[in-house]
């Protein structure tokens, strides 16, 4: 993680703690937190577009979520392997 980043000011408190121990990890350390953000980011597009489906009008946009919640859950599956 940047300097730049931790620079930054007004940010969220957990994003400044996250990047801070993203900068210090090492080895498989950093690989283990790198695997474990993504899952939680994939995630939580997950959630997004599936309220999307459910509750969206707009027919390209409930077509785009469902292609969404298909790709990122093959990609949650594939980070859960590799931890």
């Given amino acids: 993680m ?8 007004g940010l969220n408190p ?11 990890a ?3 350390d950093a690989s ?3 695997l474990t953000q993504m899952i939680a ?10 309220s999307e489906v459910t509750g969206g009008k707009n027919a390209d946009a409930v077509a ?3 292609s969404i919640t298909a790709s990122q ?6 980070l859960l392997a590799a931890l």
């Fill in 41 to 50: 980011h994939q995630q939580g597009a997950v959630a997004m577009a599936k």
């Fill in 64 to 66: 785009l979520a469902k």
């Fill in 26 to 28: 090492q080895g498989n």
């Fill in 14 to 24: 957990k994003v400044t703690a996250l990047a801070t121990q993203i900068k210090a």
């Fill in 2 to 9: 940047s300097n730049i980043m931790l620079a930054k000011t």
């Fill in 32 to 34: 283990k937190l790198f």
């Fill in 73 to 78: 859950e093959t990609e949650i599956n594939d």
